[in-house]
């Protein structure tokens, strides 16, 4: 029987689990070998261990990918498979996102008991949401809305939400999608007005820098258009000092050789917002989005930012 190629590190949550799953299935046709030469190995990270508080008070986004990270510069896995919107600007030295997976749709979907969309939610409503972006877009649309905390995978939340914790959730229409739960989506949200989180949609896949084995293997499985889309969207997240404590959307789009950006930046109770668009040659995607983000913050004022801290 033929020994394991590769070890693939991933959280254990079923969007996590049906995430790597994608990437064994596409690096199985691209290599022509069978499942049992990829090994899933389940880690289990500070993030899915702490669900009594917001992430931006535990920590940040790097709780879900601390220990997996680990495991990689350890050796004991080969490849990590991540959400790219947990993945934190900065990387451990050794580190690089090598290659991402075609994207799904960015954007999110309300989830309604009380109605089927934010616009028709009674007045003081309830809805859950652990993403400070979410929560102050929601509170931008309807100021009179009560915002609660609402942690967990997304079989943990829609459980919540039929226990009456909330009124509504939202949720990333590309996880639903992959776990084939997309018909529990009540109203999908626009990009105008409900902007998505950089990374949202889209797979990345980390791996050792230099191994050049591994590099190869995850070349043939590399979507060229979503790599300089979120090339484009980490510089303007980086560029912010982007974490678990700041809401910043922000979404590129590839057509042929140019890039379209728009970001946006809010205070948490969505009472003020900066909002930027900026385009150019695909192969500057670094380059556009790191200046969107220093001009949004220039013009915003360091003041804007005060209460982030």
């Given at each position: ?5 590769l ?12 995430q790597?799953?994608e990437t ?12 049992h030469a ?5 880690i289990?990270?500070?993030g899915?261990r ?17 220990e ?7 050796g ?6 991540h ?15 090598s ?30 949401s652990?993403?400070?972006?979410r929560?102050?877009l ?6 009179d809305?009560?915002?609660v905390?609402?942690r967990?995978?997304?079989?943990t ?16 229409l ?18 105008d ?17 230099g ?18 889309a ?9 560029a912010l000092?982007?974490s ?14 140019r890039?379209?950006?728009e ?17 150019g040659?695909?192969s ?5 989005g ?11 004022g360091?003041?804007f ?5």
């Amino acid at each position: 029987m033929q020994t394991t190629v590769l070890r693939i590190g991933t959280r254990g949550s079923p969007l996590a689990l049906a995430q790597a799953h994608e990437t064994r299935a596409r690096l199985m046709a691209a290599h022509d070998l069978p499942e049992h030469a990829f090994a899933i190995e389940v880690i289990t990270t500070s993030g899915d261990r702490i669900q009594d508080r917001p992430l931006s008070e535990a920590g940040g986004k790097g709780l879900f990918t601390k220990e997996i990270e680990e495991a990689l510069i350890g050796g004991r896995i080969d490849i990590a498979v991540h959400s790219s919107k947990d993945m934190p600007t900065v990387l451990p030295d050794g580190l690089e996102l090598s290659a991402f997976l075609p994207r799904e749709d960015p954007r999110d979907a309300f989830i309604g008991k009380a109605a089927k969309s934010i616009q028709d939610l009674p007045h003081g409503a309830t809805v859950g949401s652990s993403s400070l972006r979410r929560q102050a877009l929601i509170l931008r649309m309807r100021p009179d809305l009560e915002v609660v905390t609402f942690r967990g995978n997304v079989q943990t939340r829609l459980r919540k939400l039929e226990e009456g914790v909330a009124d509504g959730t939202i949720l990333a229409l590309a996880g639903l999608r992959r776990l084939g739960l997309e018909h529990v989506a009540t109203d999908v949200m626009l990009l105008d007005r409900f902007p998505s989180a950089p990374g949202q949609g889209a797979i990345c896949i980390e791996s050792r820098t230099g191994d050049l084995r591994i590099e190869e293997m995850l070349g043939a499985i590399n979507h060229v258009e979503t790599a300089q889309a979120l090339a484009c969207e980490r510089a303007f997240l980086a560029a912010l000092d982007g974490s678990c404590r700041t809401p910043i959307a922000g979404h590129a789009m590839v057509d042929g050789d140019r890039l379209t950006f728009e970001g946006v930046i809010l205070t948490p109770d969505g009472t003020q917002s900066h909002e930027i668009r900026a385009e150019g040659a695909v192969s500057e995607a670094d380059k556009i989005g790191r200046a969107a983000g220093e001009k949004i913050r220039r013009d915003a004022g360091s003041h804007f930012f005060d209460g982030w801290a």
